[in-house]
């Protein structure tokens, strides 16, 4: 695992440091994403020029506690060239703030667990900011022990940003890899087009593969238009899990109304709810602001949004006379939803432990879900799309006709057959997970 990092800043004349994109800066974001990646210390260096705002960054975010700043040419001498200098004794990685990686492809591109037999750059498919590939410092270079001393002299030339570049692109035997977005999106350049260009595909970044067509290509597209308008105000993801709890529950006591128009009301909130629940993760993703609090509020107040609509649905059919089998049916589908959550959240946030945050897709964490056999990981993906939430779409195209004793039925049922197909989800990872080290062994 490489855990050291020097991270070049950028000329000013090509790409500043400072541009805030997604609510963070350039240098701010790059810093976030390496030690998400796994870097525990590393030096942010000034070649080009002095950067007092970056210095200032670097000085005062408690988030960056792991790296130093330094000006080469004014700093010899200093703690931090004495740092720079630890961080060149054994492999390191060199990091550019001339694009937008991807953390989880730099942790899996830092965690390494052999000492680096050969160099590997990472290169973007059209070089940032007008630059020929091989003038341009690389996104990501990946420096073995015997070659980092070596970039000490290019790193203290009289012209560090190009002698820095050229010794890393000539570096010999070096594995080249070109990814595409998300996992790099290169900053081509400092106008207003071309950062725009860049934060779109940021944004674009956060819709999730597994999500539905109509997720992807509505909801998405609202919920990415308002958190571009949030991301860089002080709401906080956990304040917006409240907004959209509220909404939810408001949306569930519409649904006890005795005319269609409250129905559809209801729905139509209950649609709003799940667009700004989507908020949410997004601005904690672009500011790495997830927490553990954070995905237990989000979890458990989905939970009871849905647990609400669903007995209010039976309950409101009840109320206005279509006999106690929807009462019924109500508290069957309540049940069957509190059932369902407490066995995700018993695999998901109890059974992992207490510590850390929790990320995860639906009904097992990210971290499980990545390294199941594919079979497993297809049954686990069929899951995570039957418990998406396109069923709001349903429940308000059955409101317009009067139609919610349909989904009465369908909830109160549906529930519980997802139930046992999560526990027999859930037992046959569990049977797989205890035969593994025998069939290692």
């Given at each position: 695992?490489?855990?050291?990092?020097?991270?070049?800043?950028?000329?000013?004349?090509?790409?500043?440091?400072?541009?805030?994109?997604?609510?963070?800066?350039?240098?701010?974001?790059?810093l976030y994403t390496a030690q998400w990646a796994g870097i525990r210390r590393g030096v942010v260096l000034a070649l080009a020029a002095p950067d007092p705002d970056a210095e200032r960054l670097v000085r005062e975010d408690p988030k960056n506690s792991g790296f130093v700043f330094l000006e080469l040419g004014r700093s010899k001498g200093s703690a931090a060239f004495r740092e720079l200098e630890q961080c060149?004794?054994?492999?390191?990685?060199?990091?550019?703030?001339?694009?937008?990686?991807?953390?989880?492809?730099?942790?899996?591109?830092?965690?390494?667990?052999?000492?680096?037999?050969?160099?590997?750059?990472?290169?973007?498919?059209?070089?940032?900011?007008?630059?020929?590939?091989?003038?341009?410092?690389?996104?990501?270079?990946?420096?073995?022990?015997?070659?980092?001393?070596?970039?000490?002299?290019?790193?203290?030339?009289?012209?560090?940003?190009?002698?820095?570049?050229?010794?890393?692109?000539?570096?010999?035997?070096?594995?080249?890899?070109?990814?595409?977005?998300?996992?790099?999106?290169?900053?081509?350049?400092?106008?207003?087009?071309?950062?725009?260009?860049?934060?779109?595909?940021?944004?674009?970044?956060?819709?999730?593969?597994?999500?539905?067509?109509?997720?992807?290509?509505?909801?998405?597209?609202?919920?990415?238009?308002?958190?571009?308008?949030?991301?860089?105000?002080?709401?906080?993801?956990?304040?917006?899990?409240?907004?959209?709890?509220?909404?939810?529950?408001?949306?569930?006591?519409?649904?006890?109304?005795?005319?269609?128009?409250?129905?559809?009301?209801?729905?139509?909130?209950?649609?709003?709810?799940?667009?700004?629940?989507?908020?949410?993760?997004?601005?904690?993703?672009?500011?790495?602001?997830?927490?553990?609090?954070?995905?237990?509020?989000?979890?458990?107040?989905?939970?009871?949004?849905?647990?609400?609509?669903?007995?209010?649905?039976?309950?409101?059919?009840?109320?206005?006379?279509?006999?106690?089998?929807?009462?019924?049916?109500?508290?069957?589908?309540?049940?069957?939803?509190?059932?369902?959550?407490?066995?995700?959240?018993?695999?998901?946030?109890?059974?992992?432990?207490?510590?850390?945050?929790?990320?995860?897709?639906?009904?097992?964490?990210?971290?499980?879900?990545?390294?199941?056999?594919?079979?497993?990981?297809?049954?686990?993906?069929?899951?995570?799309?039957?418990?998406?939430?396109?069923?709001?779409?349903?429940?308000?195209?059955?409101?317009?006709?009067?139609?919610?004793?349909?989904?009465?039925?369908?909830?109160?049922?549906?529930?519980?057959?997802?139930?046992?197909?999560?526990?027999?989800?859930?037992?046959?990872?569990?049977?797989?997970?205890?035969?593994?080290?025998?069939?290692?062994?």
């Amino acid at each position: 695992m490489i855990d050291k990092a020097i991270v070049v800043l950028s000329a000013p004349s090509r790409v500043r440091p400072r541009v805030r994109l997604g609510g963070l800066s350039l240098l701010q974001r790059l810093l976030y994403t390496a030690q998400w990646a796994g870097i525990r210390r590393g030096v942010v260096l000034a070649l080009a020029a002095p950067d007092p705002d970056a210095e200032r960054l670097v000085r005062e975010d408690p988030k960056n506690s792991g790296f130093v700043f330094l000006e080469l040419g004014r700093s010899k001498g200093s703690a931090a060239f004495r740092e720079l200098e630890q961080c060149l004794q054994g492999e390191l990685a060199v990091l550019s703030t001339e694009c937008i990686l991807d953390r989880v492809f730099l942790r899996d591109l830092l965690n390494r667990p052999e000492p680096l037999a050969r160099p590997v750059l990472v290169k973007s498919k059209a070089p940032a900011a007008g630059a020929e590939n091989t003038e341009a410092l690389p996104a990501v270079s990946l420096v073995p022990a015997g070659a980092a001393s070596s970039l000490k002299g290019a790193l203290l030339s009289e012209e560090p940003m190009e002698a820095t570049a050229k010794f890393l692109n000539s570096l010999p035997d070096s594995e080249c890899l070109e990814p595409g977005e998300p996992a790099l999106i290169p900053i081509r350049g400092s106008s207003p087009q071309e950062l725009g260009q860049a934060q779109k595909s940021l944004f674009r970044s956060l819709i999730k593969p597994t999500e539905s067509y109509l997720s992807k290509n509505l909801e998405r597209r609202i919920s990415l238009s308002i958190t571009k308008r949030l991301v860089n105000t002080a709401v906080t993801p956990n304040q917006i899990s409240l907004v959209s709890i509220c909404m939810g529950l408001v949306s569930g006591w519409l649904f006890l109304g005795p005319h269609r128009l409250h129905h559809v009301a209801g729905a139509l909130l209950l649609w709003l709810s799940s667009v700004i629940d989507g908020c949410d993760g997004e601005i904690a993703r672009l500011k790495f602001q997830e927490s553990r609090i954070g995905s237990v509020l989000d979890f458990l107040g989905d939970n009871l949004v849905h647990i609400v609509v669903f007995f209010c649905i039976g309950f409101g059919l009840y109320r206005g006379g279509e006999g106690s089998v929807y009462l019924a049916l109500g508290i069957l589908a309540a049940l069957g939803t509190l059932a369902t959550a407490s066995a995700v959240f018993w695999r998901v946030f109890l059974k992992g432990g207490s510590e850390g945050i929790i990320t995860f897709s639906t009904p097992v964490r990210v971290e499980e879900a990545a390294s199941a056999s594919d079979g497993l990981r297809r049954k686990i993906e069929l899951a995570d799309k039957i418990s998406n939430r396109d069923f709001i779409y349903l429940i308000l195209a059955l409101s317009l006709v009067n139609g919610l004793w349909i989904y009465a039925w369908l909830s109160a049922f549906g529930t519980f057959f997802y139930l046992a197909y999560l526990l027999h989800l859930y037992r046959r990872m569990g049977l797989l997970s205890r035969a593994s080290p025998a069939s290692s062994a």
